[in-house]
């Protein structure tokens, strides 16, 4: 699904808790997208939002860099039923750490199908679905998401190297099939809790991520 135009709308000072970092405000426009649900209107065009939170040195050596996606419920409520909150300050603790990398964060709530459908989802996972077969039972897709947007980014950012911290093979080769080399493999395993054993079975032998 190629974009139409990826372009840089901010760039501003930002301090924070793990360091001082850059914000930058990207977005990319796609004109007739995939639909994400066969069931509901196609857009015609589709405005896709990305940040990226740049600290030190991105161009002497390929930096690290995490590709994280929107997930009010993990990243602002802490919740307990995903790994994204540990996975995103992870990500923040190893840039601060290494005093430059890269993390982009992706507008793309719950896999790209949006926070009310969700939401829903998360109703039938109560139900005993897991994730994968909540979504299709929406009609949507496992994964909406393509990784596209922030493959571009980084060549905005003229980065055609990185350090990608990640489990999903997924994010891996769309870097790679557009063109920005993967040079190593960070791994972004955290503990499981209890309530998060289940999403992380289903990521494990469903969507093939690499975690023990
Ligand atoms: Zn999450």
Known sequence: MPFTSVTKVADADFPTRWGHF?????????DRPEP????????????EGAVALVMGDIHSHPPIVRIHSQCLTGDVFHSLRCDCRQQ???ALAMIAEAGSGIL????????????????????LQDQG???????LELGYKADCREFELPAEVLKLLGVHAVRLITNNPAKVEALEQAGVQVTERISAEVPSEPTNERYLQ?????MGHLVS
């Open 202 to 206: 289903t990521k494990r032998e469903k």
């Open 104 to 123: 982009l964060y992706e507008q793309q709530e719950g896999r790209g199908i949006g926070l009310m459908a969700k939401l829903r989802a998360y109703e």
């Open 88 to 90: 995103l300050e992870l």
């Open 22 to 30: 850059r914000i930058l405000g990207f977005e990319g426009v796609i």
């Open 129 to 135: 679905l897991d994730t994968i077969e909540a979504n």
């Open 36 to 47: 994400c649900n066969d069931a509901l209107p196609a857009p015609a065009r589709r405005v």
